[in-house]
């Protein structure tokens, strides 16, 4: 199978074929198109250059070997979001090491879920200088990597909350679950570092 000519654009079915035929243009392709997202996925997790350059190797390693595997009612995308978020965590875990104050996130299908307070969100004020940005940044960097991820994928992507779910492989409820937790972790995380700023 040749790289498709007849369309200026390569759809993402026959992008698929492509993989799934092992085509050397598909592969360049499938780079191509998802690096930056695959990256800047795995950098937000991992906060680290070369580990998230790692991360991201791995990604379409994994997906060009298991792309047999990828069922096409599903899009790429959301393939690549989860492979991605997976490497992220795998790596993050091989650290040995934890960062800032653990959140439980075991959590049974039937646990209710607590709604969702619009108002525990990350203060649009504090990503108007630049400092601020820096202090948001410190406090997912403080959240467990789960939640992290939860928070990456909904809040910085923009994914859905059944997209979220999808990449992290859990259900919709538990990932509402996770930035619900996320997002109550950063305000008080915030909240605790500007109390001791203003003192």
């Known amino acids: 199978m040749t790289a ?13 074929a492509g993989l799934k035929a092992h085509e ?27 580990e998230a350059e790692d991360a991201m190797q791995e990604t379409f390693i994994t997906v060009y070997r298991h792309i047999d595997t990828f069922r096409e009612d599903a899009k790429l995308s959301s393939w690549l979001y989860r492979v991605a978020t997976n490497k992220a965590l795998s790596i993050h875990r091989s650290r040995q090491r934890k960062q800032g104050l653990n959140v439980s996130l075991e959590t049974e299908e039937g646990e209710e879920l607590p709604l969702i307070d ?47 779910a999808q990449a992290l492989g859990i259900s919709e409820s538990a990932a509402k679950l996770r930035v619900h937790r996320g ?17």
């Not at 997002?183 to 003192?199: D, G, H, V």
């Open 4 to 16: 498709p000519t007849m369309t200026p654009t390569i759809t993402e079915q026959e992008l698929i």
């Open 183 to 199: 997002r109550i972790f950063l305000q008080q995380y915030l909240t605790q570092r500007l109390q001791e700023t203003a003192s």
């Open 24 to 50: 050397a243009w598909a592969c360049e392709k499938l780079i191509a198109d998802y690096a930056e997202m695959v990256y800047r996925v795995c950098y937000r997790i991992l906060r680290d250059p070369q």
């Open 118 to 164: 619009e108002q525990v969100i990350m203060p649009e004020e504090l990503v108007l200088r630049e400092e601020d940005v820096q202090l948001v940044q410190e406090g997912l960097d403080a959240m467990s990597p789960k939640l992290r991820a939860a928070l990456v994928l909904y809040e910085l992507e923009g994914l859905s909350m059944k997209e979220t």
